[in-house]
């Protein structure tokens, strides 16, 4: 079973930046597609993107193509998310996922296996 371990998260001012980790443990990511998801009080988790084992991106929400990006780093097994322009909406749980085979089409939570605790992203206005 991969362990999933998302740290990097804190309290950023609007316009921002940060970057969060997920690290793994007993499985090399490189080996499989891991996407990031969010949850806001009160709000279902949403996906933000998946990379690929080819590192292709599929993107699961259109406010993240112009401000997320995510990238691999097989040396130190993690995949980083991030986070540029931050706005107050962007506050919420920000979690990582791994998927098998490939990233889905959409971004149901029920189509990603793994899951890491979270780490919390909150963005002062």
């Known amino acids: 079973q991969v362990q999933l371990v998302e740290s990097g998260g804190g309290l950023v001012q609007y316009g921002g930046s940060l970057r969060l980790s997920c690290a793994a443990s007993?499985?090399?990511?490189?080996?499989?597609?891991v996407a990031w998801f969010r949850q806001a009080p009160g709000k279902e988790r949403e996906g933000i993107l998946c990379?690929?084992?080819?590192?292709?991106?599929?993107y699961y929400s259109d406010s993240a193509k112009d401000r997320f990006t995510i990238s691999r780093d097989g040396a130190k097994n993690t995949v980083y998310l991030q986070l540029n322009s931050l706005k107050p909406e962007d506050t919420a749980v920000y979690y990582c996922a791994t998927a098998y085979l490939y990233c889905p089409g959409f971004g149901e939570p029920d189509k990603f296996d793994a899951w890491g605790q979270g780490t919390q992203v909150t963005v002062s206005s």
């Open positions: 990379i690929s084992i080819s590192d292709e991106i599929t």
């Open positions: 007993r499985f090399p990511l490189d080996y499989t597609p």
